[in-house]
DNA sequence: CGTCTTTTGAGAGTCACTCCCCGTTCAAGC
DNA sequence: GCTTGAACGGGGAGTGACTCTCAAAAGACG
């Protein structure tokens, strides 16, 4: 879910243990250096029109190591560092609550525990996903697989059968939900709190889809 | 929506009034061809392991050829010719149905116009969409220009502004509970029927999504 | 300090796509 | 039917994302 990268990429300490090391911490400065680089040109001149090898540049590194922290040009835009966060906290949740009453206060809470750093960081790459056809399709990519996984804790907590209908439709669609919350909120000229567009949003989820 | 690839491809009569004329004629057969070509090589090595070159060796044609005729090949797969389609479907239903059941509607009876040829293709198609990542990414924007196009009419229709929230949660729920029924079809020993998964699927969503 | 392992950079190669130009083919008016 | 303008297909050069391989450089560790 694009939405939880806040989370992930969040100047807060990493939920695994951190890893000791002048190697861990230089990776991880690499890691950071490649992805502000990139960011900061994203932001100048576009996306498509910033090749890897100007990021590299920018970065100080070669365009061979950049490849090598981020698979994908697109990863550098949709990290995935710390996946098992959403389903950590999905499992934290009560068995007996409705998936999504989970997944609104879940992502009521990770926003109540991002600063303002995140946010801006939150809007930059919502618009970026928005604007560019590849990182949209990347970013679906990510949702389906959070959808899966959402649909697997599910399945289990409510005894129904893996791959149950009802449960993939209604992550699906969630997740569809709440990605639309997101787009929403970072338009341009958006007034809005992203709380509020969440609270609204699952209210229309559980509201029967009527209109 | 790849779901209604069905029609757009189908052997049926195209929407809008067939061009005359040797040119067109021999248009047609270059893209099938190039198609047929594509779907049969995808099939036997798999999409990623098929350089275009080779699918124009195979329809005879040049490679530049191929990309005249779709612009990545991505879109070999999912070609959507006839974009008109489904707004005008939307359009003919009465304007006091709730998005949800027209949706449900269209579903069900573009399927039953389809033939034994479309289904098997549009299985390949949702099989490819399902396990190739590019695929799936494209499909996405697909989905999501979609998801404008409904939330367009239903706003109008609604009497509700343009870009209203609850508006665009429900049309990009419902596709997403749609593209999951189809997956859910496709998937291998798919003993199910189709009508009978889109027809529980919308239930799912008209009932309020708790579980 | 020396060795062992990991990380990095450099270079070559593949493939999707773009651009451009030239020859061919169809269409339409005469 | 014939000509002329436009559309169409082919060829080739170029770009950019990515992959692979190999050798040099740098942290880890005794």
């Given at each position: 879910?694009?939405?939880?990268?806040?989370?992930?990429?969040s100047t807060a300490t990493?939920?695994?243990?951190?890893?000791?090391?002048?190697?861990?911490?230089k990776k991880m400065q690499t890691r950071q250096a490649i992805r502000r680089a990139a960011y900061r040109l994203f932001e100048k001149q576009g996306y498509d029109a910033t090749p890897v090898d100007q990021?590299?540049?920018?970065?100080?590194?070669?365009?061979?190591?950049?490849?090598?922290?981020?698979?994908?040009?697109?990863?550098?835009?949709?990290?995935d560092e710390y996946d098992t966060v959403l389903e950590a906290a999905i499992r934290d949740r009560p068995a007996t609550e409705p998936v999504v009453e989970s997944l609104r206060r879940i992502a009521v809470e990770t926003l109540?525990?991002?600063n303002a750093r995140d946010r801006a960081e939150l809007v930059q790459r919502t618009?970026?996903?928005?604007?560019v056809p590849a990182l949209r399709g990347r970013a679906a990519e990510h949702t389906a697989r959070d959808a899966r996984m959402i649909s697997a804790v599910v399945a289990?907590?409510?005894?129904?059968?893996t791959g149950d209908l009802a449960v993939r439709?209604?992550?699906?669609?969630?997740?569809?939900?709440?990605?639309?919350?997101?787009?929403?909120?970072?338009?341009?000229?958006?007034?809005d709190d992203l709380e509020t567009l969440i609270n609204e949003t699952f209210d229309v989820l559980t509201h029967g889809l009527t209109l």
């Open positions: 879910m694009t939405f939880m990268v806040t989370a992930r990429t990493p939920p695994k243990a951190p890893k000791t090391g002048l190697r861990e911490r990021i590299a540049e920018a970065a100080d590194v070669s365009p061979s190591t950049v490849f090598r922290y981020f698979p994908t040009k697109e990863d550098i835009v949709l990290t109540g525990r991002s618009r970026l996903v928005r604007d289990e907590r409510s005894g129904r059968p439709v209604i992550s699906a669609a969630v997740l569809a939900a709440l990605q639309e919350a997101l787009l929403r909120w970072a338009e341009d000229g958006h007034s």
